[in-house]
């Protein structure tokens, strides 16, 4: 069974510059979430998604953050303007659903973002 | 945003010794999960518990789900090289978190050479 896929792999911006993470799930996965990694911390849930559908973006800063999962399976996640605080690793999940006691989520390789 | 709060922070260790790291949550918990990341890797599910008191073995690894369902403990005996990594703890709540996974701050496991 193939995993979750994320690119690119690194990527090194600017501060102010805009850039995409992109992230395919594991087939027949009804969640899909994206994390921020801090260097040091354990993963912060910037958004959450239930097929093609926002369950949960409490922690995600709007301003300059958002994330489309317009067919239920792909999903992208944009940040623009980048700021330098926004360098960390952005981490994929996916599970079958978020429901059940039986559902685990299981992780892409991730993205680490550098702003300078 | 919500954290679990985990400990030891790091761990230095001999090769062959025993570890034992938890996690503990001042909320109820209905599912812990235990994970490993690598560097340059996402997190790796190592085992998941689902029923308060429930202890569940993974090969060396040991955890257990605490009857208060406020907490969990992981175990790995006879430690080993490979088992060096960032050691997260992550809880699940119910339909009033949105079922989100709350997680700790991890665990760094260090094998003293």
């Known amino acids: 069974e193939a995993g979750v896929a994320q690119s690119p792999r690194y990527k090194i911006i600017e501060k102010r510059q805009s850039v995409a993470f992109w992230c395919n799930p594991i087939s027949g996965h009804a969640t899909l979430y994206w994390y921020q990694q801090i260097l040091g911390q354990g993963p912060k849930l910037l958004i959450q998604f239930q097929n093609n559908g926002v369950v949960d973006d409490s922690q995600l800063p709007k301003d300059r953050f958002s994330a489309e999962r317009l067919k239920g399976v792909d999903s992208t996640l944009k940040i623009q303007p980048a700021k330098l605080e926004d360098s960390a690793v952005y981490l994929c999940?996916?599970?079958?659903?978020?429901?059940?006691?039986?559902?685990?989520?299981?992780f892409g390789q991730g993205t680490r973002l550098t702003v300078v | 945003g919500q954290q679990l709060n985990q400990s030891p922070q790091s761990m230095f260790i001999q090769e062959g010794e025993d570890v034992s790291m938890n996690c503990t949550s001042s909320s109820i918990f209905n599912t812990w999960l235990w994970y490993k990341q690598d560097p340059g890797e996402g997190p790796v599910l190592l085992i998941a518990?689902?029923?308060a008191g429930e202890l569940t073995s993974n090969g060396r690894l040991t955890a257990q789900f605490g009857i208060t369902r406020k907490d969990s403990f992981l175990n790995i005996s006879a430690s080993i090289p490979s088992d060096v990594g960032i050691y997260f703890c992550?809880?699940?709540?119910?339909?009033?978190?949105?079922?989100?996974?709350?997680w700790g701050a991890g665990t760094k496991l260090i094998i003293k050479p």
């Open positions: 999940a996916s599970s079958l659903d978020r429901v059940f006691a039986n559902t685990e989520a299981f």
């Open positions: 518990l689902y029923k």
């Open positions: 992550a809880g699940q709540a119910g339909l009033d978190s949105n079922y989100q996974l709350i």
